[in-house]
């Protein structure tokens, strides 16, 4: 049985990942931030494990690591924010700044981190980071630059993970989910959670180690970096 870890699980693209991969057969482990979270999502998929972290917390990332045993085949860092709007360069808040790239760049690297032993332990290995096309240097990032520059970031992190992971055989890819109609993306989103899940959920479900180093659209598309 295929064993998926999904961050943010509570809401958005990472609930509906949750939901579907359950509904697939796969064993799900999802993670929040709250104990209030953590009740809710239990309640909404009593079948789903739940972990309890802030995902800038590293200590509680280390030590719900520490109760996960057994191998996690797909690692989904899915949990991130916009930060700051659609504000210039001359005019943002830095400390708004650097939070946004403390959950958008710092902490999947803790995530994989912490769980990577687990990862390790599969047979078919895959890490998968939740990115957007917003971070390809090809796409006009004027006004945006914040969000932007946080998730080039991670998509030249995803590209050293694939390299350096290579050898033990783990598959990194970093995945477009679309503009989806969630908290971030808002109601005028092309995409619902639904849809974006389920073309995330059928490119990493097949995803093998040919696909290492890819930036991969929600509907399968494959995109230069």
């Known amino acids: 049985m295929t064993r998926i ?19 697939k057969g796969w064993e799900v482990v999802g993670s929040v931030r709250t104990k209030d979270a953590a009740k ?3 309640e909404r998929l009593p079948q789903i494990t739940v972990l309890e972290f802030d995902v800038t ?8 690591a520490r109760t ?6 797909i690692l989904v860092n899915n949990a991130g924010v916009y930060g700051p709007r659609d504000f210039p360069i001359a005019e943002i808040d830095c400390d708004a700044l650097q939070e946004l790239y403390e959950i958008n760049v710092i902490s999947p690297v803790r995530i ?4 990577l032993k687990n990862v390790r332990a599969s047979d078919s290995p895959r890490i998968v980071n ?10 006009s990032a004027a006004g945006k630059t914040a969000y932007c520059s946080s998730k080039a970031a991670l998509n030249r992190i995803t590209q ?10 783990i598959t990194c890819i970093a995945m477009h989910p679309g ?21 995330i959920l059928e490119v990493i479900g097949s995803a093998g180690f040919k696909d290492n180093g890819s930036f991969i659209n929600f509907d399968g598309e494959r995109w230069n970096w």
């Open 5 to 23: 870890l999904v961050t943010g699980a509570g809401r958005g693209i990472g609930f509906e990942l949750a939901r579907q991969a359950l509904d």
């Open 57 to 64: 917390d590293g200590k509680a990332i280390k030590q719900a």
């Open 40 to 42: 809710s999502l239990k």
């Open 130 to 139: 939740i990115s957007s096309r917003l971070g390809l240097t090809w796409v």
């Open 160 to 169: 050293g993970m694939s390299e350096e992971f290579a050898g033990d055989g």
């Open 68 to 73: 996960l045993d057994g191998p996690v085949d």
């Open 112 to 115: 994989v981190q912490a769980f």
């Open 179 to 199: 503009w989806v109609r969630t908290d971030m993306g808002g109601d005028a989103a092309d995409e619902a959670p639904e849809e974006s899940a389920a073309g």
